[in-house]
């Protein structure tokens, strides 16, 4: 399970019942709505003119798209950023390494080689001394 993801999650819902709850104190309603994301939607679609027209209606646009941009980067990390950092240390390799930094960085970086040898960070170090010849295997 992906922390951020939940984490997202639980703010979006936060907001939602947030603004849910000024609807409700400040206009007669008869129903406040259940604490799930699609019922907290609606029931804020429902009064979207007079949330538009509200005092405190940009800080609510702002605070959504503030969570819609964070969502869409968890969602959608975008692609990973690759360093190459020398030959593989490993006997008889000698193929190039990589460090992969996944964007959204709830992954560790993994450096691994092309030959598909992934070097634990113990082994890091060793990449630069194999480009001077003096890699282990």
Known sequence: M???LVSARSD???MLTTWAALVVEERPVSVTPKRNAA???RFLRTHLGWLAA???A???AGEFRALVIETEGIIHPGPATRLELGRCARRNCRRN???REHVDRSRPPQVSCDAGHVLP???WLRVGAAGDGEGAG
């Open 12 to 14: 979006i819902i936060f």
């Open 121 to 123: 960070p113990h082994e």
């Open 97 to 99: 390494v990589r460090l």
């Open 54 to 56: 509200h005092p405190a």
């Open 58 to 60: 940009g800080d609510a």
């Open 2 to 4: 992906n922390d951020n």
């Open 39 to 41: 019922v907290l939607a």
